[in-house]
């Protein structure tokens, strides 16, 4: 695999979208590009963020937030 | 979150400002802006590691609305979507310490998280039958939610959302379809290729095309992120 054919596969990777069988093909390829394949990697996860970023943000219910740091206190006090 | 929120919360610093395509009208920036003085993203993860809650206060003002988005467009229902927020939250806060800066930004780091929880509830839950009939009635309806969905609020939209969204919409249908399969449902190839009865070589170039588009179109900002 160049490393062309590997930046194709590392998007595919980060949103969890190759088969099984091209999973042991990549990582045999990320070993091989070693901090530059792991560089790129790293950058492909903004693509996360670019979908995540995409939609209209969504009104949580009120209470969430006060149950949340209800549980988060309770866990730092336990 | 009201617009006025949706607007704070994505308002750009001046010198984070990037030029990006000749034929957008204008300079787009995706930081957000912070008021002077509010600590950073980075600031507030490593409170949340040193056990602040009121950083993880101030985390979930700052993107319970885009996680929220998130899950919500992964189960389709609203009274989970935010049992499921609050789960993250608080996942957020007990594996911190897993959080490394060297690694990516925090809301990219919480979006994965949120990402991957959203995909294990869809296919847990036994509503997964029920949110497929709606993915499929809303794929008939809509064969691109990303295209199709604009309304007179998208001329608000944010800097960073419009931006995205514009990159993601110069996509053919196709390739968006399969995007939003694999990202939001965390459909795998195959599975993409049964749902809409497409070759499996044909879905894999659709989403190799597509992702490369949309991350080569994001390549200008995609630092900022």
């Not at chain 2, 990219?108 to 949110?131: N, S």
């Not at chain 2, 379809?177 to 694999?182: G, K, P, R």
């Amino acid at each position: 695999m160049n490393f062309s054919e590997f930046q194709n596969q590392a998007r595919l990777y980060v949103i969890g979208a190759l088969e099984p069988e091209e999973l042991e093909e990549f990582e045999n390829a990320r070993t091989k590009f070693g901090k530059k394949g792991e560089d790129f990697i790293t950058k492909c996860y903004a693509l996360h963020e670019a979908f995540a970023l995409s939609l209209r943000p969504a009104k949580a219910s009120a209470t969430i937030k006060e149950k949340l740091m209800s549980m988060v206190k309770a866990k730092k006090e336990a | 979150m009201g617009q006025s929120k949706l607007i704070a919360s994505t308002r750009r610093k001046p010198e984070k400002r990037v030029r990006l395509a000749k034929s957008r009208p204008r300079a787009v920036t995706v930081v957000p802006q912070l008021e002077p003085g509010a600590p950073s993203d980075l600031d507030l993860m490593q409170g949340i590691q040193a056990g602040d809650a009121d950083a993880l206060s101030q985390l979930y003002d700052r993107y319970n609305g885009i996680l929220k988005a998130l899950i919500l467009r992964v189960i389709h229902n609203e009274a989970e979507a935010d049992d499921l927020l609050q789960e993250i939250f608080m996942e957020i806060w007990n594996q911190a310490k897993n959080f490394s800066a060297q690694k990516g930004k925090p809301l990219g780091w919480m979006v994965t998280l949120a990402r991957r929880r959203a995909i294990d509830g869809l296919r847990k839950k036994q509503a997964y039958a029920r949110a497929e009939e709606r993915l499929q009635n809303e794929t008939e309806q809509q064969p691109d939610a990303w295209v199709n969905n604009a309304t007179e609020e998208e001329i608000l939209l944010s800097d960073t959302r419009s931006l995205i969204r514009k990159v993601i919409s110069s996509l053919p249908p196709p390739q968006q379809q399969a995007i939003d399969l694999a990202f939001f449902k965390g459909m795998s190839q195959r599975e993409i290729a049964a749902k809409t009865n497409t070759p499996l070589g044909t879905v894999k170039t659709r989403l190799e095309l597509g992702l490369k588009k949309i991350y080569d179109g994001l390549k200008e900002f995609r630092d900022e992120l």
